[in-house]
């Protein structure tokens, strides 16, 4: 490329740099496929968004694209939107059907490249694309240690190479780099790389955050010899790059004789500090040397200069030897007495002082509130983003047949963007789902892509993203409000038929012994079956309603026949009753029901589905934790030993721990658990032990003696000695809140709003969707509170009575600090 061009381009670049309007008056031509392509110009880069005339204007797309207009047209490329009427067929990219839709991208009438549009989901996201495509010469994408070794090992002695990792394409660190590419990318050669792999063979230990490297190979001739590599500290955008690689052009060394107050670089003039080695002809050379090794690990942060002090008229300290002058104006040089060279980094790298241009552009990507993914989400669609996904074992959903598609046949439909790291990674899981159900069940597995077809995912109710939700005909949509992965979606599909129709007495007997439904002894662990007389019409009617508020989550059924007495005889309960078949004890317990409504019976299979003595998991936590007693845990590297889960059990018999929440955590199964115990203890303590956690108040944590065995007798009486605050704990947690860096991503929330849901009538993954039905939820939950409130008062009063914990505060920190 000519070098005039070059010139060219960087005075494109510093022209977008002192831009200061926005794109707002900018708007997104609308043009027919025959006028698009007659205002084609060779050679001229152009943007098309091909879609149907009918197309809503408020899609994501169209919106961003509308922003992307300024920014792409400073780089001389036109962006856009060509309507497609229906009876149109003079162009190729018009497709025949309304979720065909794509965007283009033209040099002259040469089509380069096409881009589905869930890849241009915000305005960075389009343009490092268009330019990604458009210097495809300029930066090579490499994925392998051989691919980089290759291009380094063409450029030795000849030029050298600008280094970049990020996360994904398309974020705005991908853009940053594009952006620096169309500036520098006739001088030096661009390589990129997503691949983590390729990051850490150069050397570097953090992957979770983009990097850029500056590898001088130009001045290294022999093949066998690697070029040095100098990484930018500050945060990947377009002005930091900017100013790295002007520092990579100056001169690494300068020697010089003048006040050091009067000197100046281009280093000054970039808000870096200048550090003078201070030297004398009779250590010149060894002064020059250190110099030259301070120089290069300075690179980037400060300017070196040598400052020969036999050829100065400016008194300098006669013990001097180094002498630092910052960037900010007006600011007197220090002269220092610095021992070693390390002394002298960590004097300027403590004392560094980037001066922040403003910069419109680039100014969200500082912000610590951006719209990032959680760091192993978004790691694993990375990760995984070349994994081809059976997407067939779904039907992709649009505005036209989504109603015809739901109204037809039950229908499992995932809302997703994709754009969202959480919708691509959940996508996996549904997919998954999909795969595990194939064959087994009648329902049909969907999705649409909100990204498209914003309008159907508003009138839905869509919100959030990623969403599930169950359609069955002449039924209300049924919502997915568990955990976003395989098991707990796999489990909400599984059970959402409850409560199932018992039609005998053998069937029932199968039932509860888990032989009817043996497949889904996997996702409920308890069986409920309600026992009802023909002519209890009211009793079966909310228990029925009881077991929709509980569909997804519980297993249910209801039998309801003339003989039904047979079965109450035999397990000596009166009608109306309920049934709890509790698989792993192989036990049957009897409750009668006379008197309840549905708010009590859901809140009695509720409180049934919580184990005695269960072990913690993030899964599960929130359902124990809003309890909100003390939790009784039990920490062991594996399974524990049998002895001391038949204490437990034998003390929670007696009701003795009716004060606590006893139960135990598996570090091999939720390694979580050794954060835990090291924020608790400061190191990690021997295994097992067994801790009291109060979080619901003080904080205070206390140890069960190490040099006790855990037996009944043992445990009683250092549960006495707590109560008589005769213990001291081994730390009181703090008050802190830990909040997420954005609301949506505050998924401990969403995991207790679930949980409250499924414990006050609202099953985990079941929410009804008529006003009719909410109104109903409400009416239940004012019920349960007033029923609940005496039981929660004598469970506070008994607390207080016995002087346990003194609370001095109240505090929202429960699962946060586990």
């Known amino acids: 490329m000519p070098f005039d061009f070059s010139v060219f381009r960087v005075l494109v670049f510093f022209f977008i740099m002192c831009i200061l309007s926005t794109s707002a008056g900018d708007t997104l031509p609308e043009l027919s496929p025959q006028k698009y392509f007659s205002t084609l110009q060779p050679g001229k880069a152009s943007l098309a968004y091909f879609c149907h005339a009918d197309f809503p204007s408020t899609s994501v797309v169209l919106e961003q694209l509308n922003e992307a207009v300024r920014p792409l047209q400073d780089y001389g490329i036109s962006v856009a939107k060509v309507n497609c009427a229906k009876e149109e067929e003079a162009s190729k990219y018009c497709g025949k059907e309304k979720d065909l839709i794509k965007a283009y991208l033209f040099r002259g009438n040469i089509l380069l490249r096409e881009f589905p549009s869930d890849t241009l989901f915000d305005v960075n996201a389009i343009v490092a694309h268009v330019l990604f495509a458009l210097l495809f010469n300029e930066v090579k994408y490499v994925t ?27 974020t705005p660190e991908h853009r940053a780099v594009m952006e620096a590419a169309f500036v520098y990318g006739t001088v030096y050669q661009f390589v990129l790389t997503t691949e983590t792999g390729v990051l850490e063979s150069i050397g570097s230990e953090n992957i979770e955050h983009a990097h850029l490297y500056f590898f001088h190979c130009k001045l290294v001739s022999d093949l066998t010899q690697q070029c040095r590599r100098t990484l930018m500290g500050q945060p990947l955008t377009t002005l930091n790059i900017h100013v790295f690689v002007k520092t990579m052009k100056a001169p690494l060394l300068t020697e010089v004789a003048e006040d ?27 002064d020059r040397r250190t110099a030259e090794w301070v120089a290069w690990h300075l690179l980037g942060k400060a300017g070196v200069l040598l400052l020969l002090r036999d050829s100065l008229e400016v008194n300098i300290p006669q013990h001097t030897n180094v002498v630092f002058k910052r960037a900010e104006k007006d600011m007197p040089v220090e002269f220092l007495v610095l021992p070693d060279v390390d002394s002298i980094i960590s004097h300027v790298e403590n004392n560094m002082h980037m001066e922040e241009i403003p910069d419109d552009e680039d100014s969200d990507m500082e912000d610590p509130d951006m719209d990032i993914q959680d760091d192993e989400v978004a790691e694993t669609v990375y990760r995984d983003r070349k994994r081809q996904l059976p997407l067939e074992l779904t039907m992709e959903l649009t505005e036209e047949t989504f109603n015809p598609t739901v109204m037809a046949s039950d229908s499992v439909v995932l809302f997703y963007a994709g754009w969202q790291a959480v919708s691509l990674a959940f996508l996996q899981s549904y997919i998954d789902v999909a795969d595990k159900l194939k064959g087994t069940s009648a329902a049909l597995f969907t999705r649409i892509n909100c990204a498209d077809w914003s309008d159907v995912c508003t009138k839905q109710n869509v919100t959030e993203f990623p969403a599930v939700k169950m359609y069955k005909k ?52 308890l069986s409920v079956l309600g026992l009802f007389s023909p002519t209890m019409t009211t009793a079966k009617e909310d228990f029925t309603e009881a077991g929709n508020y509980l569909k997804g989550g519980v297993l249910t059924g209801i039998y309801s026949e003339e003989d039904v007495w047979i079965l ?8 109306p009753a309920l049934l709890l078949a509790r698989h792993k004890d ?13 708010q009590d019976i859901v809140q009695i299979i509720t409180d049934a589905s919580r184990e005695a003595f269960p072990e913690i998991t993030v899964e599960n936590l929130p359902n124990y934790f809003r309890l909100q007693k003390p939790l009784l845990i039990l920490f062991s590297d594996g399974s524990i030993n049998p002895q001391y889960r038949k204490a437990m059990l034998t003390l929670v018999e007696q009701k003795r721990l009716d004060s606590f929440t006893p139960c135990w955590l598996n570090l091999k199964n939720t390694p979580v658990g050794r954060g835990i115990l090291q924020a608790y203890f400061g190191l990690l303590p021997p295994l097992p032990l067994l801790a009291l956690v109060n979080l619901h108040s003080s904080g205070q944590v206390f140890a069960f003696p190490s040099d006790r065995s855990i037996t009944e007798q043992n445990l009683a009486l250092w549960l006495k000695k707590l109560e008589a605050g005769l213990e001291n704990p081994i730390t009181i947690l703090s008050a802190q809140e830990w909040k997420p860096p954005l609301p949506a991503y505050d998924f401990l929330s969403m995991m207790d709003a679930a949980t409250a849901q499924h414990s006050t009538g609202k099953a985990p993954g079941c929410m009804k969707e008529t006003d009719t039905q909410e109104s109903d939820k409400e009416q239940h939950e004012d019920k349960l509170a007033v029923r609940k409130e005496p039981v929660e008062t004598l469970r506070i009063k008994h607390w207080n009575r016995n002087n346990w914990f003194k609370e001095t505060e109240k505090s929202l920190r429960p699962h946060k600090e586990l």
Do not use: W
């Not at 599909?493 to 007997?509: D, F, H, M, N, R």
């Not at 192989?586 to 549905?598: N, R, V």
């Open 144 to 170: 392998t240690q051989e691919d980089i070794q290759n291009i380094e090992n063409t450029v030795k002695g000849k030029a050298n190479i600008i280094f970049a990792y990020v996360r994904a394409i398309g």
């Open 474 to 525: 002449g039924e209300n949509p049924v919502s997915y409000t568990g955990m976003l992965g395989t098991e707990g979606l796999l489990r909400f599909i599984q059970l959402i038929s409850c409560p199932v129709i018992i039609t005998s007495i053998q069937e029932a007997e199968e039932y509860l012994n888990g032989e009817l439904y043996e497949g889904l002894m996997t996702y409920s662990t």
């Open 586 to 598: 192989d036990k049957i317990e009897s409750i009668p029901l006379a008197g309840t409504h549905t």
């Open 260 to 286: 050091p107050q009067q000197v100046s670089t281009v280093h000054l003039q970039l808000g870096l500090p200048l550090v003078f080695i201070v030297s004398q002809k009779a250590t010149y050379e060894a």
């Open 568 to 575: 109450a005889n035999k397990y000596a309960v009166t009608l």
